[in-house]
């Protein structure tokens, strides 16, 4: 009589109005179970057998929803789920459904487990490829994420946070979560060098010359698709490849040298130009650090001289047969870089406002140029940052607008 009651008030709880019912949708208030031994014992009882995931088809008969413990629904989440009752559904199908329930963004991890429904057969006509004798009950769990407001205490949905890279350099996470093991993911990232804020410059290697708020305008819109190959785990780092394309593009002209009464150099580089490389990253989480390094291949090498008059084909063929000119060839051809090593630390104090740094190397450039891009915006609640590029005989100090973008095919 005892475990009739039991069963009863399991069923209630439960919202379920018959056995072989379809998608559950339950009052939009959770009901708790709570953690004593019987009601574990119930609730196992209720939910049935445990069935292996790897093997299917199988007949679908009911579908639940867990957070902390908890049964839940929620019309957003049981519409992410395409199953009905009495449909064949394989595992390929709930990976989808998680796929799903994660693009509502309101969940940091979401499982799924499988259940046979004892006394409720698969319905005649798939008696021959399900799996199962019994229909089943596919049962989610979900990681639901959440932030506590500091003056007003309602909780509200944490946002996601970018991982895939810092600034111009990726790193060879595809994103957070799930998002984070093996598979192919591509980034759409606009960066602005809105122009220099600060500068000391020798032109050429003779007298200094400074530089105050000076505008620039550069737009760099880059298509980052990349395939991690390895997984991180506590020992080896997350390891990805992947090609980059970036279209350059200003909104004012190139800033121009004006040294002396008998001496201009103009940048005469086009507006647009198409920046592409090839590169293997590697990454691994140290504390609250994800640390990752890597090399880029391609023309991404010719970035320094878009970023100062210092640094461009005209100047530096100055420079090559000035006084104190660059040693080597003197036939005015200039040497860009092709192979670009890079560094990058990535935090996250907060979802909205990733802290990071990035070290770009551009080898065999001439004056030696390196590239250090700050991601600081937490520090004042804006998307603004700050760049520090460091070349022989000055630097620049550039202020960047930077966005970020994340898709995931679905497999």
């Known amino acids: 009589m005892k475990k009739t009651i039991t069963a009863v008030i399991v069923l209630l709880g439960l919202g379920v109005s018959e056995a072989r019912a379809q998608v559950v949708g339950i009052s939009t208030q959770p009901v708790a179970f709570g953690t004593s031994t019987s009601t574990v014992a119930n609730m196992t ?16 008969g009911e579908v639940l929803f867990f957070s902390k413990d908890r049964l839940v629904s929620d019309y957003s989440w049981r519409e992410a789920v395409r199953g009905q009752r009495g449909s064949l559904y394989t595992n390929a199908d709930i990976d989808s459904d998680i796929e799903r329930l994660l693009a509502l ?44 407001g ?36 591509l980034d759409i990232n606009a960066a602005y060098y809105i122009g220099r804020l600060y500068g000391v410059n020798n032109y050429p290697h003779t007298s200094a010359k400074t530089n105050y708020i000076d505008r620039l305008g550069v737009w760099l819109l880059t298509a980052d698709g990349k395939m991690q190959v390895q997984s991180e785990t506590s020992l080896r780092p997350a390891m990805a490849v992947g090609v980059q394309a970036t279209a350059l593009l200003r909104d004012s ?15 005469s580089n086009g507006s647009t130009q198409i920046l592409s490389d090839a590169y293997l990253v590697l990454s691994k989480k140290f504390g609250p650090a994800r640390t990752s390094v890597g090399v880029m291949q391609g023309n ?36 860009k870089s092709q192979t670009v090593p890079f560094a990058s ?57 930077q966005f970020r973008y994340n898709y995931f095919p679905q497999r």
Do not use: C
Request: proline share 9%.
């Open 253 to 267: 002209p190139q800033p121009q040298i004006n040294q002396t009464a008998t001496l201009t150099v103009k940048a």
């Open 105 to 148: 963004k309101k969940f940091d991890k979401v499982e799924a487990e499988l259940y046979t429904i004892p006394g409720v057969p698969v319905p005649p006509e798939f008696q021959g490829v399900a799996i199962s004798t019994s229909e089943v009950r596919l049962v989610f769990s979900m990681t639901e994420k959440f932030v506590v």
């Open 45 to 60: 009882a209720y939910l049935g057998s445990r069935i292996a995931r790897e093997r299917g088809p199988w007949v679908l």
């Open 345 to 401: 630390f990535l935090f996250i104090p907060k979802p909205a406002y990733p802290l990071g740094v990035e070290v770009m190397k551009f080898n065999g450039a001439p004056l030696n140029p390196w590239l250090i891009n700050f991601k600081v915006g937490y520090f004042i609640k804006l998307n603004f940052d700050v760049a520090y590029l460091k070349y022989d005989g000055g630097y620049d100090v550039l202020g960047v607008l």
């Open 300 to 335: 991404i090498g010719n970035l320094p001289g878009n970023l100062s008059e210092f640094l461009t084909p005209e100047a530096l063929k100055y420079y090559r047969n000035g006084p104190g000119g660059l040693q080597g060839d003197h036939s005015g051809t200039v040497v």
């Open 150 to 185: 500091a003056s007003t205490k309602v909780v509200r949905p944490l946002a996601p946070a970018a991982v895939s890279g810092v600034v111009l350099t990726p790193t060879a996470y595809r994103g957070a979560g799930r998002y984070a093991t093996p598979g192919m993911g």
